[in-house]
């Protein structure tokens, strides 16, 4: 470390005379300094974005809405995991149509995977309403993709809330009615939120406001294995459909039911075991057996207060032309609640948090067995008996 320098007393040299000077310089640029901070902290608390009128970009004002996905069994917000795109629809405190604004992640830039993620809404002051839906990829995508597809009926400028916007997913005729025209693919998923309760939008400050979504589509994995002789198993003597009336959903997640609609397996295999098979009495077959798969992807599913009025799952011998299985789709599916009776849920909320089940269903001569229902995620699991083996 340099030594001060000290100065002995009596006449002042050239050095402490320069020295003194650049100190006194030293002292006026911080005084000048903190006066010139103090201005401009003044300055900043005059003009702050509580008090401005102007929208400027780096000034809080507007509306910014989150939005959430934690309306699922694992009750878990996993917004920025899944959902890829969202879009706003805008109704003012009348419930009429004013705008919609959207985003979607893209390629090299994914702004919805941030748990920060917000959407900023230039509004002007007042009250507004909105309807949301969201999906894996933004809507022109999924219009460009193959498969079936949940088209929108957007609104019209001063659209009433009521019926001003539904989707509703691609079918064609069929041997026996609508059909879903998946091509093979699985479906796009669909997410449905909407904010009934107006929230105000001020002048020169924030409104920050939170959105829930459920989730609309569901997977449902299905296997088909026969106790007597599995070496006979083979998934293409085997018709398999979903049949339900939820082809059309409207603006506030109900769906219209007038048409029936039958959904079939976007995708279906065979497994073979890797032991010789044996059948009911424990005789070696001599070769593997086998296990049928396919797989759907649905709309919503409801809960019906008349079970007449539930989907069904349905599963035909093409051989013999005997219908092995058919089952209410989602009764089957509820007997999975019992594991979740500490939330209470009701038929209807088990369904739309959950999105992703499994059902194995074993034949015994050609005759339904029983059935094992489970669902991804958690791990849950029952069997149901339909006869004594």
């Known amino acids: 470390m340099a030594k001060p320098t000290i100065y002995k007393k009596g006449k002042r040299t050239k050095e ?23 201005l401009t902290a003044a300055c900043a608390m005059t003009t702050s974005c509580s008090m401005m009128q102007d929208d400027l970009d780096d000034c809080p004002t507007g509306l910014y809405l989150s939005f959430k996905y934690d309306y699922n069994l694992q009750r878990a917000d996993m917004f920025n995991d899944h959902v890829g795109a969202v879009t706003v629809y805008v109704f003012d405190e009348e419930g009429r149509y004013v705008t919609k604004q959207e985003e979607a992640n893209v390629p090299g830039h994914a702004p919805l995977s941030s748990p920060l993620y917000t959407m900023r809404m230039n509004l002007a002051p007042g009250k507004y309403k909105f309807l949301v839906l969201a999906g894996q990829k933004d809507y022109e995508a999924q219009l460009a993709g193959g498969g079936a597809r949940f088209v929108r009926r957007e609104p019209g400028a001063g659209d009433a809330m009521e019926g001003a916007l539904d989707v509703t997913l691609d079918r064609v005729a069929g041997a026996s009615g609508w059909e879903v025209a998946h091509g093979g693919l699985p479906l796009d998923t669909l997410w449905h939120g909407m904010e009934l309760s107006a929230a105000e939008v001020f002048e020169g400050k924030p409104t920050y406001d939170t959105i829930s979504l459920v989730r609309d589509t569901k997977h449902i994995n299905v296997s088909l294995r026969e106790i007597d002789d599995p070496t006979q198993m083979d998934v293409a003597n085997y018709d398999f459909r979903i049949i339900d009336r939820n082809a059309r959903i409207l603006w506030d997640n109900s769906l219209d039911e007038a048409e029936q609609v039958a959904y079939t397996p976007y995708a279906a295999w065979n497994t073979d075991d890797r032991v010789p098979a044996t059948d009911a009495e424990g005789n070696d077959l001599g070769q593997p057996g086998h296990i049928a798969h396919v797989e759907f992807m649905t709309s919503r599913i409801l809960y019906h207060e008349d079970a007449a009025d539930d989907g069904i799952l349905s599963v035909t011998n093409r051989e013999t032309g005997v219908e092995v299985i058919r089952v209410n789709l989602p009764d089957m599916l509820c007997r999975l609640r019992k594991y979740a009776d500490i939330y209470r849920y009701s038929p209807q909320e088990f369904l739309d948090r959950g999105y992703d089940y499994q059902m194995d269903f074993f034949l015994k001569g050609g005759e339904l067995a029983y059935v094992n229902i489970g669902i ?14």
């Open 16 to 38: 402490r005379m320069l020295n003194e000077k650049q100190g006194y310089m030293r002292d006026k640029m911080k005084k000048w300094f903190a006066a010139w901070c103090g």
């Open 376 to 389: 991804s995620v958690l791990n849950w699991s029952v069997r149901v008996q339909f006869e004594e083996l």
